[in-house]
């Protein structure tokens, strides 16, 4: 069982910056390939970021490359995302989750555990 706890979230104006983290309970966290997707109000949710147990490899959807930055800190278990250059449709609520598999996937059904999300706005 892993418990995740987003933090980090706020009000900012586009163009501007914002660091998301989240804290992961259990001692295998660094067994786990570790995502974030995000879900604007009326729209589906959407895979953003996902990062290897390792933290070497990452992947990131079209709309954010260039932008974010996933990472993670297998000694704190928590892994975050920087987010730059925001711009208005980045608004959304973020969560992370936690795949027990091996691949880097962008299917949010394949994993395991979730967060409650924490809620990025962006001003334009």
């Known amino acids: 069982q892993v418990q995740l706890v987003e933090s980090g979230g706020g009000l900012v104006q586009a163009g501007g910056s914002l660091r998301l983290s989240c804290a992961a309970s259990?001692?295998?966290?660094?067994?786990?390939?570790m995502g974030w997707f995000r879900q604007a109000p009326g729209k589906e949710r959407e895979f953003v970021s996902v990062?290897?147990?390792?933290?070497?490899?990452?992947y990131y959807a079209d709309s954010v490359k260039g932008r974010f930055i996933i990472s993670r800190d297998n000694v704190k278990n928590t892994v975050y995302l920087q987010m730059n250059s925001l711009k208005p449709e980045d608004t959304a609520v973020y969560y992370c989750?936690?795949?027990?598999?091996?691949?880097?996937?962008?299917?949010?059904?394949?994993?395991?555990?979730w967060g409650q999300g924490t809620q990025v706005t962006v001003s334009s």
């Open positions: 989750a936690a795949n027990r598999g091996v691949e880097l996937t962008t299917a949010a059904f394949v994993y395991d555990y």
């Open positions: 259990g001692r295998t966290f660094s067994r786990y390939v």
């Open positions: 990062v290897s147990w390792s933290g070497v490899s990452t």
